[in-house]
């Protein structure tokens, strides 16, 4: 019994010091190997996972603002601008996209797809994603078109959908897709993509991961396909991408592309502003001559969403925590929305009153939008909940409450204005 006990104690600290090893080191002797030690490491995670789909929808979300149900309106303000939300829905049990009027919060209209046709669609030969099912599916940052079409993926990357707005399949694109989705000027979708295949980041630890910027025309072709390792690598920033810090294996994580609809004095029509969360950096990139013609990294960190404000200013989100291996944590206690102004060569945080009062404070995810009359609109998505605010107040916030203790999920939703509405032609005979 001593010589089981003995054995059985030197064969777990043994696994332990191999499962260490892999997750500080990369790599344990060779992939295979390696892949098949944290297969069984993680395997207790896989079967809490299994018994909680078992029994809960993980869009169902524990609700940490008890007060909000609905909207919560400060000082009567009407809000006449709409929604377009990507949630849970316990009518359906499963996720749809609602479009909202703020106001009254009457549905517009609203998109509920097969979700059994969507799993067929989300198995690929030798290749299934088991997440795409009610439990855990969502229509993330759904894309919406003149015509009633959205064009959305899963939280966790997958093809890429378009629906018509009877909510039938038009086409799907079979990358592994993930993030934001935005029309360029010319209705083409910038996206991106995962792969654990990149030979720009060889020789490579263990499950590397290489992020693709993708351009994807209306109808669901390819036009447009780059590493940024490579483009990264290419442009003199192979210290950015390989040299800051110890070994992950998410080197970038790219969250958001925005192309730019028009020319100013710093970028042209087509470039493209890119978030790399992991290395707490935002660029301006050039497809048409491959170049990078512009770089910072922070002050935000491990930022979502970039926008483009006007001619000379963009925004940024930033969650702004700290993160290692097994956590992240607020650096502040709230996340920072920031403006930086190539004219000044300035950065600014105009809302930090209103995040701190609102305790803004998503640790991943996040969007923000400055809207036209300059207030900044939120979706908290960690936490649920949507929010307007000005530099100093909460204007509203917003919950889609299942009961008196949850609330769902929300995926990546958008702030439709008045005048963008009136541009939805699907709508005109309704």
Not at 309 to 336: C, K, M, P, Q
Request: glycine share 4%; hydrophobic share 40%.
């Amino acid at each position: 019994m001593l010589l089981l006990l003995w054995i059985s104690l030197t064969i777990t600290l043994l696994f332990g010091w191999a499962v260490y090893r892999i997750k500080s080191c990369g790599i344990l002797i060779n992939d295979k190997i390696s892949g098949t030690i944290i297969s069984v490491a993680s395997f207790p995670t896989q079967v809490h996972k299994s018994f909680i789909a078992l029994f809960y929808s993980n869009l169902v979300r524990p609700d940490i603002y008890p007060n909000i149900n609905g909207l919560k309106v400060s000082k009567n303000y009407i809000d006449s601008n709409y929604l377009l939300l990507s949630t849970y829905d316990v009518k359906y049990k499963h996720p749809i996209v609602k479009l909202i009027r703020i106001y009254d919060q009457k549905i517009i209209h609203e998109w509920a797809p097969n979700i059994d046709e969507l799993k067929k669609i989300f198995i690929k030969k030798d290749e299934a994603w088991v997440h795409a099912d009610k439990h855990s599916f969502l229509l993330t940052h759904p894309l919406l078109s003149a015509d009633g079409s959205i064009v959305f993926h899963d939280a966790v990357p997958s093809p890429l959908i378009k629906i018509d707005k009877d909510s039938k399949v038009i086409w799907t694109a079979n990358e592994t897709f993930g993030h934001s989705l935005e029309f360029d000027a010319d209705g083409d979708i910038w996206a991106q993509s995962v792969s654990m295949d990149s030979k720009w980041l060889l020789p490579r630890p263990f499950e590397l991961k290489d992020n693709f910027i993708l351009k994807i025309s209306p109808n669901g072709k390819l036009l447009f396909k780059k590493s940024v390792a490579q483009l990264l690598i290419e442009n003199g920033f192979r210290g950015l991408l390989l040299g800051t810090g110890p070994y992950e294996n998410d080197l970038l994580h790219i969250n958001d592309i925005q192309p730019a609809l028009t020319s100013t004095k710093y970028w042209i029509k087509g470039d493209l502003l890119i978030s790399i969360k992991n290395k707490s950096s935002i660029f301006l990139y050039r497809p048409s001559t491959n170049k990078v013609i512009w770089l910072k990294t922070g002050p935000w960190l491990n930022q979502h969403d970039v926008d483009f404000i006007d001619s000379t200013r963009i925004s940024i989100f930033g969650n702004d925590v700290v993160r290692n291996d097994y956590d992240e944590r607020l650096a502040e206690g709230h996340n920072e929305e920031y403006i930086f102004d190539f004219k000044t060569n300035q950065t600014e945080a105009p809302y930090t009153e209103f995040l701190k009062k609102a305790n803004v404070s998503t640790i991943t995810e996040g969007r923000s939008d400055i809207l036209p009359n300059g207030d900044l609109f939120i979706e908290e998505t960690n936490n649920n909940r949507l929010l307007r605010g000005n530099t100093k107040d909460i204007v509203w916030q917003y919950e889609e409450r299942i009961n008196n203790h949850s609330v769902a999920a929300v995926s990546w939703s958008r702030f439709i204005t008045k005048e963008e509405f009136k541009k939805l032609t699907f709508l005109k005979n309704n």
